[in-house]
């Protein structure tokens, strides 16, 4: 199921009036020779996409920890790394932050589970290695460490300070944004995302109409009062569509992600896990 769409379609099919709709999304200037657009992508193409889908990665996105198993660093000074991630670490997704990066035991950077592709080759592991992984884990003289003293400075590309060079591999904590159609969030949340579809469309129905509305707004001759009262009803929507965002939208988006919401449990039951 698209969720998107389902929430989309839920608002021109059955609470903004279509006619209304039809009149704010129209063309001024229609190109004849260009393709026919249906009105759900025109709503996509002109609300949904530039404002809805951003605030949602803004206010939401999904955590995502990937590592560094088979990406060669650049290092730019003695603790200082540079690593380009592949997309399909993150799903395809674009990476909005990069929130922190953890170093792995020395040992833990030569085993046969987790071993980048620089040092040694898996396919050797066994009951005996891992237990013998398992003891030089024990006497390890680095302990897990982690910073957030990380940046994106490209596209994909995370930038690592205070790093340990005798690691091998780290665990590096991003926030991606949303699917393009958000099908990676509940189909629980549709109720939340149709209300918030409707309030970014009511805002810019008012904005593109209320000017014309002083004019008086014609149909075959004849002033439309409804039409007006209908759309001065939407004055408030984009200070609503705002306080939505905030109030429920986040809210509901950080229980949505899976990482996150263990994160939260995990400190909020056991700080110290």
Avoid at 30 to 39: E, F, G, I, K, Q
Avoid at 76 to 83: C, K, L, N, W, Y
Wanted: hydrophobic share 40%.
């Amino acid at each position: 199921m698209n969720i998107l769409q389902q929430a989309v379609g839920k608002v021109i099919n059955f609470i903004i009036p279509h006619y209304i709709i039809r009149e704010a999304f129209k063309d001024k200037l229609p190109n004849y020779r260009a393709a026919p657009v249906s009105l759900d992508e025109l709503v996509m193409t002109r609300v949904i996409r530039p404002r809805v889908l951003l605030d949602m990665d803004v206010k939401g996105g999904q955590i995502m920890v990937v590592d560094t198993d088979g990406v060669m660093p650049a290092y730019v000074d003695m603790r200082t790394s540079i690593f380009e991630l592949p997309a399909e670490k993150f799903m395809y997704r674009t990476m909005l932050s990069v929130l922190s990066a953890s170093f792995i035991p020395y040992a833990v950077s030569f085993n046969n589970n987790n071993t980048p592709a620089y040092f040694m080759p898996s396919g050797n592991n066994s009951d005996l290695l891992s237990a013998a992984q398992r003891v030089g884990n024990s006497m390890s003289n680095i302990q897990p460490l982690s910073t957030s003293d990380v940046e994106i400075i490209g596209y994909n590309t995370i930038l690592i300070r205070q790093n340990i060079r005798s690691t091998g591999i780290y665990s590096v904590r991003v926030l991606v944004g949303n699917e393009e159609n958000l099908n990676n969030l509940p189909i629980k949340m549709l109720p939340q995302i149709t209300k918030l579809c409707e309030l970014a469309i009511k805002a810019y129905i008012y904005r593109e109409m209320i000017i014309n509305m002083d004019q008086g707004f014609n149909a075959g001759g004849q002033i439309i009062g409804t039409v007006k009262n209908i759309v001065e009803t939407y004055a408030d929507a984009n200070e609503m569509y705002e306080t939505y965002l905030k109030e429920e939208i986040g809210g509901a988006a950080h229980l949505a992600d899976p990482t996150r919401k263990r994160r939260f449990l995990k400190l909020s039951i056991s700080p110290g896990l």
